[in-house]
């Protein structure tokens, strides 16, 4: 039954992937076909994230409504409903009333499932899981790229995802019982006492507000590489598009390759351990970025950044019942997660203001100001926790 139970995690990791890659990788040709600017991709990206962030901030009352299992069966089953509904849609204000199901279903799974894993099994699942959400997400685009060379239209790649997402809400509800049964073993879970905790609780807990801010910075970070990457190749490198947007991929490939080695390293090094690793990681990115040399240095650099980034977000997560407490570790992993989203929103967009007002060649240092930020803040919380 644990192996089922963790098998079907794994899947719902992956299949949480697949979306989240497909409208950038659509949207050239959805928006020609809508008559809208380019830059309305944006309004889609911006109502999904508010979604993603109101429904993390309500999984711990959902959660102890409706348990963990349920929590997941129902989010995927609304991303599947939103992922057909993109696929029958012609017109673009019809594509953001669905995309209000679409964020809405994404939130709450996020953190449910990442509550229920750092509970329940031990820190390199989180990090393979997180590896396979990588894995979904790199394979979303091929999908997408088929049906477009197919003859299918962008309409036939979310259908496919649709299908794959409803086969896998099919496969939740009849887990139910798994989910049932393996919540016995915790008490957080299943004693029925404890009431769901307001925003304002949850940020008057000691070392919340540090570890919120540290997530937030960890997202940013993640983001703003992944995002300016290929920009900082081409404009700042003098390297061609095409070349330095397969330079931008080497980072999302290094986060999921880090994240497979992650899960191994974690059986000899605790949370803490792995998150310094990264941050050390990331640091010596950055410093390579910043040496005035090729671009194959700074490739190099960017690898270093993406491997440094694949402990982090796992290890933050499965380390907060140990810190917080296995009560209370759902509710702060929901405003986490809020936090992750609120930082991957508005993050990247403002190095885009500094790269237009002044250089795109600062993306070093921008990455190293948060990074600063994110290990003080860290090493903060891992003080007030340990005092506690």
Same mark, same amino acid.
């Given at each position: 039954?644990?192996?089922? +139970? ?16 497909? +409208? ?33 901030? $309500? ?17 995927? %089953? ?15 204000? +019809? ?40 894995? *979904? ?6 999908? =997408? ?19 794959? $997402? ?30 769901? &905790? ?27 590489? *992944?995002?300016? %990457? ?13 070349? %330095? ?33 990264? $941050? ?9 970025? /910043? ?12 690898? &270093? ?24 570790? $759902? ?8 936090? %992750? ?27 190293? +100001? /948060?990074?600063?930020? &994110?290990?003080? =803040?860290?090493?903060? /919380? ?7």
């Amino acid at each position: 039954m644990y192996q089922l +139970l963790i098998a079907i995690i794994y899947l719902a990791f992956i299949s949480l992937g697949l979306p989240d890659s497909m +409208l950038g990788a659509a949207w050239p040709d959805m928006y020609t076909e809508f008559g809208v600017p380019l830059s309305y991709a944006g309004i889609l990206s911006a109502i999904i994230a508010a979604g993603t962030i109101i429904s993390s901030l $309500q999984s711990d009352r959902l959660t102890l409504k409706l348990g963990t299992g349920k929590v997941t069966a129902i989010s995927v %089953a609304m991303t599947a409903a939103a992922l057909f509904g993109f696929s029958v849609t012609h017109n673009f204000w +019809l594509l953001c009333l669905w995309a209000v199901p679409y964020g809405l279903g994404g939130g709450s799974v996020d953190a449910s499932l990442n509550n229920y894993v750092a509970l329940h099994y031990e820190s390199r699942h989180m990090s393979w899981l997180h590896c396979m959400w990588g894995v *979904g997400a790199a394979t979303g685009p091929y999908i =997408m790229g088929y049906a477009l060379t197919g003859g299918l239209g962008w309409n036939g790649g979310y259908r496919i995802i649709s299908i794959i $997402q409803i086969g896998l809400t099919i496969i939740l509800f009849l887990s139910l019982p798994l989910w049932k049964k393996r919540n016995l073993d915790s008490s957080a879970e299943n004693d029925g006492k404890r009431k769901p &905790m307001a925003l304002k609780e949850v940020v008057k807990i000691r070392g919340t507000k540090e570890v919120f801010i540290c997530f937030f910075c960890y997202c940013a970070i993640e983001q703003t590489a *992944g995002l300016w %990457a290929s920009s900082y190749m081409n404009l700042y490198k003098n390297i061609s598009v095409e070349k %330095a947007a397969g330079f931008a991929s080497m980072f999302f490939i290094g986060i999921t390759v880090g994240r497979a080695v992650s899960g191994f390293l974690t059986m000899k090094l605790s949370d803490q351990s792995m998150i310094r690793l990264g $941050q050390a990681l990331i640091l010596l990115g950055i410093v390579v970025m /910043l040496i005035p040399a090729g671009a194959y240095l700074s490739l190099a650099g960017l690898i &270093m950044i993406g491997l440094g980034c694949a402990p982090i977000y796992p290890c933050i997560i499965h380390s907060t019942p140990a810190h917080f407490g296995e009560d209370k570790s $759902q509710a702060v992993i929901g405003v986490q997660m809020a936090f %992750a989203y609120v930082g991957t929103l508005a993050m990247p967009p403002f190095f885009g203001v500094i790269a237009n007002k002044i250089n795109v060649s600062l993306l070093p240092v921008y990455l190293f +100001l /948060l990074l600063v930020l &994110m290990v003080v =803040m860290h090493e903060k /919380l891992n003080k007030v926790t340990a005092e506690k």
